[in-house]
């Protein structure tokens, strides 16, 4: 069974910052997917990636198969990023999504 | 399409009611996971379909909780008797195919037992 571990568990940061979030997974998967969950609850996709680095917006995510390791990055943040980040993982034996814990995050003005 | 679709978003029932969530994936996709999210154990895969048959059920916690999928836009989680400890957020999410591919997920359904 995969585990997916990520760290910070809770990150605090001011508006502008660099922010970094990493996730690492136990066993070879298909893809990492990053989510977004806002205090409203509903979870959104960020991005899906199986090799190298994507890019929307103020949001990367990049991901190191041989590491089993994939971050995803915040530039420039704002507080309305604030909100819970989940990295997943599919594949690796099993079907559906196997989750991190999360990190919640705060940008404060 | 308006994605996927889950009621009642909120459900407040007391202890030994039967509960029922419901959701109504995206059409043409092929696969449906139902999934729990809790403060202790964050979001935790309880039982996925693929073209309305149930593969992996193996995360479902006890013999209480029992889904089904009558055909390809709707699917059903019921727990009969319902307990405190399976207060919790449901979701639901649909996947055109399971091997990787983007999943979509529902608003929730924030179950309180009492």
């Known amino acids: 069974k995969n585990e997916v571990e990520q760290s910070p568990q809770n990150l605090t940061a001011q508006e502008g910052e660099f922010i970094t979030i990493n996730c690492s997974y136990s066993v070879g998967i298909s893809a990492l997917h990053w989510l977004q969950q806002h205090p409203g609850g509903g979870i959104v996709s960020l991005f899906m990636l199986s090799s190298g680095k994507k890019k929307h917006g103020r949001l990367i995510a990049t991901i190191n198969i041989q590491e089993k390791h994939s971050s995803l990055h915040i530039t420039a943040s704002h507080p309305r990023d604030s909100a819970v980040y989940i990295c997943?993982?599919?594949?690796?034996?099993?079907?559906?999504?196997?989750f991190g814990k999360g990190t919640h995050l705060i940008i404060q003005p | 399409d308006a994605g996927v679709i889950q009621s009642p978003r909120h459900e407040v029932t007391e202890m030994g009611q039967e509960v029922t969530l419901r959701c109504k994936p995206i059409?043409?996709?092929?696969?449906l996971f139902w999934y729990r999210q809790t403060m202790m154990r964050g979001l935790e895969l309880l039982i996925y379909?693929?073209?309305?048959?149930?593969?992996?059920d193996s995360g479902m916690p006890e013999d209480r909780f029992s889904a089904k999928m009558p055909n390809a836009s709707f699917s059903t989680l019921k727990i009969q008797p319902s307990e405190p400890r399976d207060s919790a957020v449901y979701f639901c999410?649909?996947?055109?195919?399971?091997?990787?591919?983007?999943?979509?997920f529902g608003q929730g359904t924030r179950l309180t037992v009492v």
């Open positions: 999410a649909s996947s055109p195919t399971s091997n990787g591919a983007e999943a979509f």
């Open positions: 379909f693929n073209n309305n048959v149930p593969i992996d």
């Open positions: 997943a993982a599919s594949g690796g034996g099993a079907d559906g999504l196997t």
């Open positions: 059409s043409g996709h092929d696969y």
